[in-house]
């Protein structure tokens, strides 16, 4: 079974920029139909939707974010990345990563129906001087 | 970005009783493709959030049959026949129509 493990540092300064890690275990990032979502968690704002990566490395982000985040595969390692500049506090939160899986492609429009069904325990970011 | 709004946000229940949480959208979920793109999760104290229920009414794989979801277009609903005390969490909606994703507030089930 699929595991996902959220590590990186959990206290960064204001300005500076987060570099997160998700390591899977239990099957490859590159295996087809699956996605890699960033889900951030606050007390503010509840959950909020990051952006995904695919399997073969595109990319699509919350538009919310865009011009502060990157994502990246590591099939070497088996990990996906994010990073995240110009830090706030506002950007205090839970970090998780989340696997999506793709189980339906409509053959009119290329809309792909996915699930997130694996979560990473996530892990906290504190954005403090 | 579309607007998900649950309510209530705090649903106290007890053990046995049904319960019923209710989920709104600022648009129309369904796609030509005739499904309805809205997920529920829950989110066990102290866990992550958990896939229960999805395309607005298929159960996850393990997720007990004692969860029904139901609802079209923009109005969606979270139904458990008989609240158990391992039910408490908080219950989020989400629509994965399409990017941005985005969820609901959370209704938060707690035994009275």
């Known amino acids: 079974q699929m595991q996902l493990q959220e590590s990186g540092p959990g206290l960064v300064e204001p300005s500076q920029t987060l570099s997160l890690t998700c390591t899977v275990s239990?099957?490859?990032?590159?295996?087809?139909?699956?996605?890699w979502n960033w889900i951030r968690q606050s007390p503010g704002k509840g959950l909020e939707w990051m952006g995904y990566?695919?399997?073969?490395?595109?990319?699509y982000y919350n538009p919310s974010l865009k011009t502060r985040v990157t994502m990246s595969l590591d099939t070497s390692r088996n990990q996906v990345s994010l990073n995240l500049t110009s830090l706030t506090p506002a950007d205090t939160a839970v970090y998780y990563c989340?696997?999506?899986?793709?189980?339906?492609?409509?053959?009119?429009?290329?809309?792909?129906?996915?699930?997130?069904?694996?979560w990473g325990k996530g892990t906290t970011v504190s954005v403090s001087s | 970005d579309i607007v998900m709004t649950q309510s209530p946000l705090s649903l106290p229940v007890t053990p046995g009783e049904p319960a019923s949480l209710s989920c709104t959208s600022s648009?129309?979920?369904?796609?030509?493709?005739?499904?309805?793109?809205l997920d529920w999760y829950l989110q066990k104290p102290g866990q992550s959030p958990q896939l229960l229920i999805y395309l607005s009414s298929n159960r996850a794989s393990g997720v007990p049959d004692r969860f029904s979801g139901s609802g079209s277009g923009t109005h969606f609903t979270l139904e458990i026949s008989r609240v158990e005390a391992e039910d408490v969490g908080v219950y989020y909606c989400m629509q994965a129509l399409e990017t941005p994703l985005t969820f609901g507030q959370g209704t938060r089930v707690e035994i009275k």
């Open positions: 990566i695919s399997n073969d490395g595109n990319t």
């Open positions: 989340a696997r999506d899986t793709t189980f339906a492609t409509d053959f009119w429009s290329g809309h792909r129906s996915s699930y997130i069904d694996v």
């Open positions: 239990g099957g490859s990032v590159n295996s087809g139909g699956f996605y």
């Open positions: 648009q129309s979920l369904l796609h030509r493709d005739g499904y309805n793109h």
